[in-house]
T-cell receptor, first 112, second 115 residues
Framework: KNQVEQSPQSLIILEGKNCTLQ??????????LRWYKQDTGRGPVSLTI???SENTKSNGRYTATLDADTKQSSLHITASQLSDSASYIC???????????WGAGTKLIIKP | EAQVTQNPRYLITVTGKKLTVTCSQN?????MSWYRQDPGLGLRQIYY???????DKGDVPEGYKVSRKEKRNFPLILESPSPNQTSLYFC??????????????FGPGTRLTVL
């Protein structure tokens, strides 16, 4: 069964600290994996996309990794800020069309 | 400003009273989709549309209808709402060219409560 599992479900860290969010998938075939950030009460916004051939991609303080062999991705946030408080959602596409499998998300809370 | 708009943002209704949630995008996107989001379950696709007059069922289409008469609009219709349709609903759009390599742009969400 095609699944995307994210861990942890929730995470609380202090402002300025780093954190890593995990996304494991069993989707096959694999086309690409995208990370979205969803602020409370808002729609998701794309952070980055990882394709099969990419291992690491950075977007400011966000760095995504992909290991297609182990079917794992991570999102690392450096020097967290209060504005990073949000849910982070991993979604895997299993084909060339919109065959998207969504994770349940990780809720991140940054405390001052 | 390029955006997806949804109305209403909040709605409380009673069982059986037909309602429509509107969705409009100004980016000339071919692809549009409706999702519902429930705690712990992530986003689940209700219906999607690849272009005008072309709609398809997603993962959870029961109890919903959609139409795509114009490229910019994709309303979600609940003919006879039930309490299990209480949820947060999102509309999204994306260009077709490039397929799912394109990001989806989401609306602000509609929080629906069915009593």
């Amino acid at each position: 069964k095609n699944q995307v599992e994210q861990s942890p479900q929730s995470l609380i860290i202090l402002e300025g600290k780093n954190c890593t969010l995990q996304c494991n998938y069993t989707v096959s075939p694999f086309s690409n994996l995208r990370w979205y950030k969803q602020d409370t009460g808002r729609g998701p916004v794309s952070l980055t996309i990882m394709t099969f051939s990419e291992n690491t991609k950075s977007n400011g303080r966000y760095t995504a990794t992909l290991d297609a062999d182990t079917k794992q991705s991570s999102l690392h946030i450096t020097a967290s800020q209060l504005s990073d408080s949000a849910s982070y959602i991993c979604v895997v596409n299993q084909g060339s069309n919109y065959q998207l499998i969504w994770g349940a998300g990780t809720k991140l809370i940054i405390k001052p | 400003e390029a955006q997806v708009t949804q109305n209403p943002r909040y709605l409380i209704t009673v069982t059986g009273k037909k309602l429509t949630v509107t969705c409009s995008q100004n980016m000339n996107h071919e692809y549009m989709s409706w999702y519902r989001q429930d705690p712990g379950l992530g986003l689940r696709q209700i219906y999607y549309s690849m272009n005008v007059e072309v709609t398809d069922k997603g993962d959870v289409p029961e109890g919903y209808k959609v139409s795509r008469k114009e490229k910019r609009n994709f309303p979600l219709i609940l003919e006879s709402p039930s309490p299990n349709q209480t949820s947060l609903y999102f509309c999204a759009s994306s260009p077709i060219a490039g397929g799912a390599y394109n990001e989806q742009f989401f609306g602000p969400g509609t929080r629906l409560t069915v009593l």
